[in-house]
């Protein structure tokens, strides 16, 4: 499977500041994916990245808070905007091989004070 | 009703007993179920995918998929120590031309000694 790396591994930030994590793939991928995993619960699809075009956002995730980048086909960037204290979770980029099954990166550990 | 839902835990089971784990889900066009296994602090690994009815075996895992029941089940014989974590299982959300996996609450596993 592909080898995928996130940076930061985790951070601490201040109310109404933002954070970009970055989402690397060793090899070029069509679709790129953003999910959040708030504390104690499961998966949430925050949206669906692909390359030249504008991310898709799932219900209840806006661009103008969870901006997103796609330069190329192995890279993209979530930026967490105008934190709060609710905004404290791991965020999980991942990629799709073979037939539908996706990988996921180590997650970046955010905690907002 | 939840998308996806996981049998309650946690659970616990000795080790060298087989553990069950359920999962049932509401889009009836769905076609492509997953396991992931989630340790503490680590980001989902995949260790199981199936897309027909019946069973599917890898080593120790075996996968179960009912259709009709809307129902997807994973075995794990000789249960180790090591197997203990939080097990999710996700549903290929049917007529996204896109790979939206939709996550259950995921179920915690111990396996104790």
């Given at each position: 499977s592909a080898v995928i790396s996130q940076k930061p591994s985790r951070d601490i930030c201040q109310r109404g500041t933002s954070l970009t994590i970055q989402c690397q793939v060793d090899s070029q991928v069509t679709m790129m994916f953003w999910y959040r995993q708030q504390p104690g619960q499961s998966l949430t699809l925050i949206a669906t990245a692909n390359q030249g075009s504008e991310a898709t956002y799932e219900s209840g995730f806006v661009i103008d808070k969870f901006p997103i980048s796609r330069?190329?086909?192995t890279f993209s960037t979530l930026t967490v905007s105008?934190?709060?204290?609710?905004?404290s979770s791991i965020y999980l980029c991942s990629v799709i091989q073979g037939w539908n099954e996706q990988f996921f990166g180590p997650g970046t550990r955010l905690t907002v004070l | 009703q939840k998308e996806v839902e996981q049998n309650s835990g946690p659970l616990s089971v000795p080790e060298g007993a087989i553990a069950s784990l359920n999962c049932t889900y509401?889009?009836?066009?769905?076609?492509s179920f997953f396991w992931y296994r989630q340790y503490s602090g680590k980001s989902p690994e995949l260790i199981m995918s199936i897309y027909s009815n019946g069973d599917k075996e890898d080593g120790r895992f075996t996968a179960q998929l009912n259709k009709a029941s809307q129902y997807v089940s994973l075995l794990i014989r000789d249960?180790?120590?090591?197997?203990s974590a939080t097990y999710l299982c996700a549903v290929l959300t049917g007529?996204?031309?896109?790979g939206k996996l939709t996550f259950g609450q995921g179920t915690i596993l111990t396996v104790h000694p």
């Open positions: 330069p190329n086909l105008n934190m709060s204290p609710e905004d | 509401s889009d009836r066009g769905s076609q249960s180790q120590p090591s197997d007529g996204t031309s896109y």
